[in-house]
């Protein structure tokens, strides 16, 4: 059984950072491409960013380009997303995610690709 647990998620300003890190628990970590999506009320879940089983790949949203940066440690099996210059818009619930089936390297923007999920983060960006 795989389980996925985010933290550091909470209230800051705009133009503020926050730091999101997900604690993923078995021995396969780096046998999974990592992805974080989020929620904001009222909205389908989206895409965030992904990296991959080696973290030499990763893949972002356009909107996140510039701001958001997701990095892996897999001795930690600990996967991170890196907010800068938060905007109220950017206010949901931040979800992580696993997939591990057969991507030839570049991790799927595609959430019905993740086969695990955590409980989600709430970020709240205050304007």
């Known amino acids: 059984q795989v389980q996925l647990v985010e933290s550091g998620g909470g209230l800051v300003q705009a133009g503020g950072s926050l730091r999101l890190s997900c604690a993923v628990s078995?021995?396969?970590?780096?046998?999974?491409?990592m992805g974080w999506f989020r929620q904001a009320p009222g909205k389908e879940r989206g895409f965030v960013v992904a990296?991959?089983?080696?973290?030499?790949?990763?893949v972002y949203a356009d909107s996140m380009k510039g701001r958001f940066t997701i990095s892996r440690d897999n001795a930690k099996n600990t996967v991170y997303l890196q907010m800068n210059s938060l905007k109220p818009e950017d206010t949901a619930v931040y979800y992580c995610?696993?997939?591990?089936?057969?991507?030839?390297?570049?991790?799927?923007?595609?959430?019905?690709?993740?086969?695990?999920w955590g409980q989600g983060t709430q970020v709240t960006v205050s304007s």
């Open positions: 078995g021995r396969t970590f780096s046998s999974y491409d």
């Open positions: 990296i991959s089983r080696s973290g030499s790949t990763t």
């Open positions: 995610a696993a997939a591990s089936g057969v991507t030839g390297g570049t991790p799927s923007p595609l959430s019905w690709k993740y086969d695990f």
